[in-house]
């Protein structure tokens, strides 16, 4: 098995469904990386919770990008 990374830049990201209940790294504009899943996702702000359990928001505005990896059958 093998892995692809997917890549969301900031204007795939706002209301983008398919990102609810993944595991992703988030990355800032200031270059800071967040990893988490997501729990909900609108036009204007992303909701992660990090390993601790914690939620914390983000503003699209605010983001980079978006990686997520895919599990490959080959």
Same mark, same amino acid.
């Given at each position: 098995?093998? !892995?692809?990374? &997917?890549?969301?830049?900031?204007?795939?990201?706002?209301?983008?469904?398919?990102?609810? *209940? @993944?595991? &992703?790294?988030?990355?800032?504009?200031?270059?800071?990386?967040? #990893?988490?899943?997501?729990?909900?996702? *609108?036009? *204007? !702000?992303?909701?992660?919770?990090?390993?601790?359990?914690? !939620? #914390?928001?983000? !503003?699209?505005?605010? &983001? *980079? @990008?978006?990686?997520?990896?895919?599990?490959?059958?080959?």
């Amino acid at each position: 098995m093998g !892995k692809r990374q &997917i890549i969301y830049n900031a204007r795939q990201i706002g209301g983008n469904r398919d990102l609810v *209940d @993944k595991e &992703i790294n988030l990355v800032t504009n200031e270059q800071r990386v967040w #990893h988490g899943y997501v729990t909900a996702i *609108d036009q *204007d !702000k992303v909701e992660l919770r990090d390993a601790r359990f914690w !939620k #914390h928001t983000f !503003k699209v505005a605010e &983001i *980079d @990008k978006i990686y997520r990896e895919v599990v490959t059958e080959y």
